[in-house]
């Protein structure tokens, strides 16, 4: 079966994948910043900055996949995502880390990495037909 994504022109790839870019860099930014944030509910620490993190990571790429139907402008904003993590994971020059070494933090240096290489090579799943099939219709 055929891909049915629409041909979009070069330009309109390239400013889509420098959108995709931006967006993914964002993503990335905030959702390093918050993933070390905890709640501590009866005695158990809640990694909810990680566990909400993870939920925008996948909501991102998954819904940009869907919109855009289009792997290089997924894979540009993936890079973005992950480039971002990987530079806010370096030691800063006043010796400041957000991405610490410790469980959350290789979990959150891990994940968003998987996560967007599962969903760039994802296949594409074949298009249903929106109307009701005209080969069963009976008629009296």
């Known amino acids: ?46 990694p909810w900055g990680l566990i909400l993190g993870l939920i925008v990571v996948t909501g991102f790429l998954v819904g940009l996949r869907i919109v855009v139907q289009d792997r290089l402008i997924v894979l540009v904003a993936a890079l973005g995502l992950v480039v971002m993590v990987f530079l806010l994971s370096l030691e800063s020059t006043g010796g400041s880390v957000l991405v610490p070494n410790n469980l959350w933090g290789t979990i959150w240096a891990i994940a968003p990495t998987l996560i967007a290489t599962i969903v760039v090579a994802w296949p594409r799943l074949p298009q249903r037909s929106r109307g009701a099939d005209k080969g069963t219709a009976v008629t009296a």
């Open 1 to 46: 079966m055929s891909e049915t994504a629409p041909r979009r022109p070069a330009s309109t790839r390239l400013l889509l994948s420098a959108g995709g870019f931006a967006l993914g860099l964002f993503v990335g930014s905030v959702t390093t910043v918050a993933h070390q944030s905890v709640s501590t509910i009866a005695g158990i620490d809640v």
